[in-house]
């Protein structure tokens, strides 16, 4: 299942996305800054190359748009 999850770069976004892959679904990240989300999701074991990454915030409508 395809999920969307804002906050991939925090404590709780980011132990949400590996127990969501650990679970076969297909997170959609909302990230700000694609650096972080490699340097956070790679320290815990996460393969970025395997979610779809959006760069934007939670105020930009275009990005959220994307995200769905």
Do not use: C, I, W
Request: charged share 20%; aromatic share 2%.
């Amino acid at each position: 299942m395809r999920v969307a999850v804002t906050g991939a770069t925090g404590f709780v976004g980011s132990h949400t996305v590996v127990h969501l892959l650990a679970h076969g679904h297909q997170p959609r990240l909302l990230v700000r800054d694609l650096r972080k989300a490699e340097r956070v999701l790679g320290g815990l074991g996460v393969d970025v190359g395997s979610v779809e990454l959006v760069v934007g915030d939670m105020g930009d409508p275009e990005a959220v748009a994307e995200l769905h």
